[in-house]
């Protein structure tokens, strides 16, 4: 620690996309092609120094890849990333969707290309920000710049009652963020007001710790404060909202990535601080994220728009990494970060599969289609990919994350791991119905005109698809990066 | 003897100015521009204050010393706001003038009067007797009176003017009663004189009731509830040259004064904790409730300003009640305050229609209108909401830093969430700028190159300056030079 060292690899990460931005405002608008093949180059950058750090991430765990010097001397802030087990594929998850978001919003996006790949790339950066920051004010500060460019994406671009759901979500998610801060300053004054970097935190709540008290009140605070962004229930109906009314690129980083920030949150902040919290809270967060599955599953079967299925199944599948925190063994753990992972690949898909639809029925309404299938095969393989990624088809990644969860959550909670169960077979059911009323079914003469997606938009699906087999198939990949990590955290909380 | 006289040179030169500009009033100029006039001399004075803060060598190199028989303190603490103040009153002078929002044919006497007040408010930083304080506070206030109702023609200036000057006279009636509490207790007029016998008069009722009169007095300064009245109404009815110079230089020369009495107190005394607690608190959660409804940009700008000082005055009591790192933070915050309200303002007096108006649907298409002004209306909403990274966040994150050490839990709590309530006005305002469709074409907005420059230098300051700079340490040595 206290060493002074250059900016590292991480740097280069979360300032790719602000050079993008940069070079973009330079651009004049009317030069569209240029302004997306700007974006798609810092998107494809970003996915080589993802990969780059993946492979060379030493699998012993520990934080890695680390710069760390002095940034606001007198509250004692400083400028300390490095990622560690957890981190890392998120990483990668972010830059995949970057890249796949801007391919396939390629033709989908007409008006404003300029300012809309600008917040794109603002966003991502933020994001990149919050999974390698190690310091409070820091993560705190991406963590923002993470949630705010969407209120605009949404208002410009969005459809379906934009501007509410746009003005509701930023609200919901400012508001977690006030417990947030509310949390951090309570820890930071704690710990005596001389620093904010995570890791000294850490070992000044270890050498003096805290009271019951505090920790029964702020890691709630911290819990619910990044809870709501993950989609906690009750406060997950910005969700269904803001993804419906997002534009397709948007919806795809905010329920891939995005929604995985506030889990992420609450075990880099909440359980990396405050682990006692967690043990006392256990239970309280296993009702709530059992809660969360089967209503989030109930509720998409009586959707009739297609995004608000979706919606509504990332409410369900988001509370699944947060049911297997509640489960505080190695399998809930580490279900739960790889459901993380496999739960953004997968809602991404979805959510380029129902845009494509979109951009050319314009319409969500299910029982309107019928038969399509003949006119999108590919567009309609690549949603039963996602789909059946969520309901946990062997061989795909999903199975994988709600298999360890499921498997921890027996080990720790039998029945109430029985009920949660309810919710996969619920997701098969609204899956597949879906598929029967939208995808088959009487095909309907309306749709004759439609044509299958383009080559980029194939390519984008291409890349997800693969990500989800690849991590199906060869779940070690995952597992092996988050081993130690993982481990390390919960010795902590089940001391 | 270049020494001493150098420490005054920023009062002397700003007085000066004044002079000068009521002798260009008494020629009465023909409809003669005298705007770059007015900011270069304006400028020189910005040097000057520099140079006196600053000295020769680095920071921190001005000597604490009181002068005139112990009524005026220079120290690094009150060159510095001088800086500032000298700073503010340089950004107003670049609001343009027009017929709709200030004539022209009046001009003359409209910097006269700027540069006097800007003199009172220098003053006020160094004020170290109750006499100076209440003379300093007066010239301030008298020259307001005047500014406020410039705008001669509009029934709203005359009515705004009238409505300052009764609450202003009322209020400065009050803080002088309480000051004569104050003498006839101590019996003396110097301000650490008085403030030290706190530890043992502070229980009696006469001592209690003139320092909660001379708080009431400044409340009025910084338009703290239960003060806070005449703000958007003055705001809404004034210029908006003025309602800019009210809303930005003002309260941080009230803000200072603040701290020069809080710093004098040897101790924290309970009854100013209480109206500072219940001050802060119903400023808060009153200015930024009632901000929400408002439709007129400046009277909504009046209200957040409202929450604002109750963000500062949580400051204050940090800074009563854990020392240093309060001060600190509500003088880094003040800074900033100045800044990003101006910001705000420039981009509102851009946006005027026909009829003079300020109203929030002015805004509308201003995307498509003048994107850098759009950009600059965003960035200033967003530090005013204080959205990281700007640096209207690490003003707040510092406050309440401080505030929650010093012990003020729930004002800490009830401050985010009062914060949180601002963002969705300040949300609705981007939303106007960024997305709304005009009903009928809005007046174009002629491009004006000292403008954009400003703004560009205006977004730069908000979006790097918390986040890239260490200057906060530089905050660290006023507050100390403060303290000692």
């Not at chain 1, 898909?349 to 129902?354: Q, Y």
């Not at chain 2, 109206?275 to 408002?294: D, E, H, T």
């Not at chain 2, 960024?434 to 002629?446: H, K, S, T, V």
Request: hydrophobic fraction near 55%.
């Amino acid at each position: 620690m206290g060493l002074d060292m250059e900016f590292g690899i991480l740097t280069a990460m979360w300032v790719t996309p602000m050079i993008g931005v940069f070079l973009l405002v330079l651009i004049p608008r009317q030069y569209e092609t240029a302004i997306r093949w700007v974006s798609l180059l810092a998107a494809a950058v970003t996915v080589v120094l993802s990969v780059y750090i993946y492979l060379h991430f030493d699998r012993r765990g520990g934080f890695q890849f680390e710069e760390n010097m002095i940034w606001i001397d007198y509250f004692g802030v400083r400028y300390h990333h490095a990622v560690d087990g957890l981190s890392v594929p998120l990483l990668l998850l972010t830059s995949i969707i970057i890249f796949c978001g801007i391919l396939s919003s390629w033709d989908g996006i007409k008006q404003r290309v300029k300012e809309f790949h600008i917040l794109m790339l603002v966003l991502v950066s933020g994001v990149f920000g919050v999974f390698m920051a190690l310091d409070a004010v820091f993560f705190f500060i991406f963590y923002e710049i993470a949630v705010l460019p969407m209120y605009l994406l949404i208002i410009v671009w969005g459809s379906t009652r934009k501007e509410y759901a746009g003005m509701k979500l930023t609200l919901y998610l400012l508001f977690g963020s006030v417990f947030v801060l509310i949390g951090l300053i309570a820890l930071y004054v704690h710990t005596g007001m001389k620093t904010t970097d995570l890791i000294e935190l850490k070992a000044a709540l270890l050498a003096h710790p805290p009271s019951d008290r505090f920790i029964r009140i702020i890691f709630p605070m911290l819990f619910v404060g990044f809870g709501i962004l993950a989609g906690l229930w009750p406060f997950h109906t910005w969700s269904p909202d803001g993804h419906v009314a997002a534009p397709t690129a948007a919806s795809m980083l905010h329920a891939g990535v995005l929604m995985k920030l506030g889990a992420f949150g609450i075990l880099r902040v909440g359980v990396y601080l405050l682990p006692e919290g967690l043990r006392y809270w256990a239970d309280m967060i296993v009702a709530l994220s059992l809660v969360n599955i089967v209503y989030g599953a109930f509720v998409a079967i009586h959707q009739t728009d297609l995004k608000f299925v979706i919606g509504y199944s990332s409410v369900s599948h988001m509370g699944m990494v947060m049911f297997g925190i509640g489960m505080m063994n190695q399998e809930g753990f580490f279900g739960a970060a790889f459901q993380m992972f496999a739960h953004g690949v997968m809602t991404a898909l979805f959510f380029a599969c129902v845009g494509a639809i979109y951009d050319r029925a314009h319409t969500r309404y299910i029982p309107a289609f019928g038969g399509i299938y003949r006119k999108m095969p590919i567009v309609c393989s690549a949603f039963l990919c996602a789909g059946l990624a969520g309901l946990g088809l062997p061989g795909l990644a999903g199975f994988v994350a709600e298999f360890l969860v499921f498997w921890g959550a027996f080990k720790a909670h039998p029945l109430i791991a029985s009920i949660a169960v309810v919710g996969l077979v619920l997701t098969a059911f609204y899956v597949l119905r879906v598929f029967q009323r939208a995808f088959y079914g009487e095909p309907n003469p309306k749709w004759d005109g439609l044509t299958d997606s383009s080559p980029v938009q194939n390519t984008a699906y291409a890349i997800l698809i693969g990500t989800m087999m690849v991590y199906g198939v060869y779940p070690r990949l995952f597992l092996d990066v988050i081993e130690a990590d993982m481990l390390r955290l919960l010795s902590e909380v089940v001391r | 003897m270049t020494d001493k006289f150098l420490l005054f040179l920023p009062e002397t030169y700003v007085l000066g100015l004044a002079i000068f500009w009521l002798l260009v009033s008494l020629i009465k100029p023909a409809k003669k521009d005298y705007t770059w006039m007015s900011i270069g001399l304006g400028a020189i004075g910005v040097l000057i204050a520099a140079y006196s803060t600053f000295g020769e060598s680095a920071i921190g190199s001005v000597v604490t010393q009181v002068r005139f028989y112990g009524v005026y303190r220079i120290d690094l603490f009150s060159q510095g706001f001088k800086l500032l103040l000298i700073l503010g009153y340089v950004l107003i002078l670049n609001l343009p003038k027009s017929e709709k929002s200030l004539v022209k044919s009046s001009q003359a006497e409209y910097h006269f009067l700027l540069a006097t007040a800007l003199f009172g408010m220098m003053l006020l930083t160094s004020a170290y007797d109750l006499l100076v304080l209440y003379l300093a506070l007066e010239t301030t206030s008298y020259s307001f009176y005047i500014l406020a109702v410039l705008r001669r023609r509009v029934t709203e200036s005359t009515e705004a003017g009238l409505k300052y000057v009764l609450f202003g006279a009322a209020s400065s009636a009050v803080m002088l009663f309480g000051i004569a509490y104050l003498y006839g207790l101590t019996g003396t007029t110097s301000l650490p004189a008085v403030l030290e016998r706190s530890s043992e008069l502070g229980s009696t009722a006469g001592y209690v009731l003139g320092a909660v009169f001379l708080f009431g007095g400044l409340f009025f300064k910084l338009s703290a509830f239960p003060f806070h009245f005449w703000a958007p109404d003055v705001y809404e009815g004034t210029s908006n040259q003025v309602a800019a110079y009210l809303g930005t230089v003002s309260k941080v020369a009230a803000t200072a004064l603040a701290l020069r009495i809080i710093s004098l107190l040897p101790n924290p005394l309970e009854a100013i904790n209480v109206i500072l607690w219940v001050s802060a608190f119903a400023s808060m959660v009153y200015g930024n409730f009632v901000a929400i409804r408002q439709t007129e940009i400046k009277r909504m700008l009046a209200y957040s300003g409202i929450g604002h000082v109750g963000y500062i005055l949580v400051g204050v009591m940090a800074a009563l009640n854990m020392g240093e790192f309060g001060y600190t933070a509500t003088i880094y915050y003040a800074g900033m305050y100045l800044i990003m309200n101006f910001a705000a303002f420039l981009v509102v007096h851009a946006c005027i229609d026909e009829t003079g108006q300020t109203l929030i649907r002015n805004f509308n298409d201003l995307h498509h209108r003048s994107p850098i002004l759009c950009a600059t209306l965003v960035i200033s909403m967003f530090t005013l909401g204080g959205i990281p990274p700007m640096a209207g966040f690490f003003g707040k994150l510092y406050l309440f830093m401080a505030a929650y050490k010093a012990g003020f839990r729930w004002l800490v709590v009830i401050g985010l969430f009062s914060s949180f309530v601002s963002l969705y006005y300040y949300l609705r305002v981007c939303k106007a700028a960024f997305l709304d469709r005009a009903p009928a074409p809005l007046p174009a907005i002629p491009f004006c190159a000292r403008r954009e420059a400003l703004c560009l230098a205006l977004i730069a300051y908000m979006l790097f300056f918390g986040f890239f700079s260490n200057a906060v340490d530089q905050y660290a040595n006023i507050a100390k030079s403060l303290l000692n």
